[in-house]
């Protein structure tokens, strides 16, 4: 379940990452981005949009998985991606002197992308030192000799036995089902497996069916999307 909030995430990303597709694939003129500075100045502000979107997407995640909201999201990849943003920032302001340059964009606002991708910089590194004060302030004490002991554990709600009947017959289906409980409860690996086998299918439906696939599985996921953020927000 702790990745549950990522999978929310992506599928709330996909309509921009169709649109930068079909933005790079098809000729023709982009108004507003075909401006130099501002492609410049849209680039180097994506990585603190996208350290916004992951730490909170980190924040749920490790919530949900047991762990410490405060800190670095559990899962590798995004806890590198978040590493590597502020970075990123300051490379794209730095990559877009000579990007400017080159377009003829010499002029009072040309350093204006280098100061953004700085300040970002500066920005996230102080976040994530915000983030690991609240972590070491949030963290539990020690019980004093004589306290009582916790409470037994509650039973779980009849929305989390419902969902794990729910899960159960999922399961249960041939093929699919084995997939997916494979990439639950099995090795990590797994998980990559069934992401692969997923793209395949999805690239070959796409190549076969044409556009129409692609809306099809858009429209399938929202109503499993829409019970992961609820499931999210009723835990």
Same mark, same amino acid.
């Given at each position: 379940m702790r990745y549950l909030p990522y999978a929310v995430g992506g599928f709330m990303l996909l309509p921009f990452a169709i649109w930068l597709a079909f933005w790079g694939l098809f000729p023709g003129p982009k108004h507003g981005l075909d401006v130099p500075l501002v492609s410049a100045m849209l680039a180097t502000s994506m990585p603190l949009v996208l350290w916004f979107f992951f730490a909170n997407l980190g924040f749920l995640a490790n919530s949900i998985g047991g762990g410490d909201q405060y800190d670095r999201p559990d899962f590798r990849p995004?806890?590198?991606?978040? +590493? $590597? $943003?502020?970075?990123?920032?300051?490379?794209?302001?730095?990559?877009?002197?000579?990007?400017?340059?080159?377009?003829?964009?010499?002029? +009072?606002?040309?350093?204006?992308? $280098?100061?953004?991708?700085?300040?970002?910089?500066?920005?996230?590194?102080?976040?994530e030192k915000a983030r690991a004060a609240d972590r070491a302030l949030c963290k539990p004490q020690s019980k004093p000799q004589g306290a009582?002991?916790?409470?037994?554990?509650?039973?779980?709600?009849?929305?989390?036995?419902? =969902? =794990?009947?729910?899960?159960?017959?999922?399961?249960?289906?041939?093929?699919?089902?084995?997939?997916?409980?494979?990439?639950?409860?099995?090795?990590?690996?797994?998980?990559?497996?069934?992401? $692969?086998?997923v793209f395949i299918l999805a690239a070959a439906a796409v190549a076969v069916f044409g556009y129409p696939a692609l809306i099809v599985m858009a429209l399938a996921l929202v109503p499993v999307i829409f019970a992961g953020i609820f499931w999210t927000t009723w835990a």
């Open positions: 995004v806890r590198g991606l978040v +590493a $590597l $943003l502020p970075w990123a920032a300051l490379a794209l302001g730095l990559l877009s002197q000579p990007y400017l340059f080159l377009q003829g964009e010499v002029n +009072a606002l040309m350093p204006l992308p $280098l100061i953004t991708g700085a300040a970002i910089f500066f920005a996230i590194q102080r976040g009582p002991a916790d409470a037994a554990p509650a039973r779980p709600s009849a929305l989390a036995r419902l =969902g =794990g009947h729910g899960l159960k017959l999922v399961y249960a289906v041939p093929l699919v089902g084995w997939l997916i409980e494979d990439a639950v409860k099995g090795r990590e690996s797994a998980k990559l497996f069934l992401a $692969l086998n």
